[in-house]
């Protein structure tokens, strides 16, 4: 029920003042719900060991910053976060007369990104931890956490925690010309290479820019 009124506000020139005036979004609880989320994911991150290694290990290492095609082939899944997250995302997305909370939406986004990146990397060394060769353990985590992430984000994370923001005739494309790409990239080079830190990286910038497009709130922000 609350989905179906979120739809329907939101297809017409309904603004983020209404919806919360309406109790059909509540920045403060989406706030506190993204925070047990990000909690589960250091945890996690946590005890799998993944954390620690990954404050232990460097960006890259000396022969990586030597190598022509470790800098090739970093440069152009940077670039193609820039494009789909910084271009392509935001065109698709809409914010409903929020407000611009820069503070706010830049830190949710750095957080969100840097405990998603965590959750990702520790399944990621747990796949690696079979023994399979880089490219079944790409593709396993490609499948399992395509599959996750479709059903966190429609299920839970885009109606409980994100405010409205998709269009609805845009939804496709993003999942093709961002999300998919994207992962498959970024799980690429981190099969190859190893570098956790900038595996979280991509990932921060890519939910920064998210954040900040969607304009996501203040804790505190309610209808005028």
């Not at 799998?48 to 470790?70: N, V």
């Not at 396993?140 to 966190?152: D, R």
């Not at 984000?153 to 998919?180: A, G, T």
């Amino acid at each position: 029920m609350w989905l179906q009124h979120v739809r329907i506000l939101t297809k017409t020139a309904a603004n983020f003042d209404i919806l919360v005036a309406m109790n059909l979004y509540d920045p403060r609880k989406s706030w506190t719900r993204a925070s047990v989320y990000f909690a589960t994911c250091i945890a996690i991150g946590w005890a799998s060991g993944t954390l620690t290694m990954l404050l232990q290990t460097p960006l890259a290492s000396g022969l990586q910053l030597q190598d022509a095609c470790w800098w090739a082939a970093t440069a152009a899944v940077t670039a193609y976060v820039g494009f789909a997250y910084f271009y392509f995302w935001p065109r698709g997305t809409l914010c409903y007369g929020r407000q611009l909370r820069p503070a706010f939406a830049l830190f949710f986004g750095f957080v969100w990104g840097a405990c998603q990146g965590l959750l990702m990397l520790s399944v990621f060394r747990y796949v690696q931890g079979f023994g399979l060769a880089p490219q079944w353990t790409v593709l396993i985590m490609f499948i399992v956490y395509s599959t996750f992430s479709g059903l966190w984000q429609s299920q839970f994370w885009d109606v409980y925690v994100s405010p409205p923001h998709n269009i609805e005739e845009w939804n496709l494309r993003k999942v093709l010309v961002c999300h998919v790409p994207f992962l498959l990239f970024a799980l690429l080079h981190l099969a190859i290479y190893d570098n956790a830190a900038v595996f979280i990286l991509w990932q921060i910038m890519a939910l920064m820019s998210c954040s900040w497009v969607m304009r996501f709130p203040a804790p505190g922000d309610h209808g005028q």
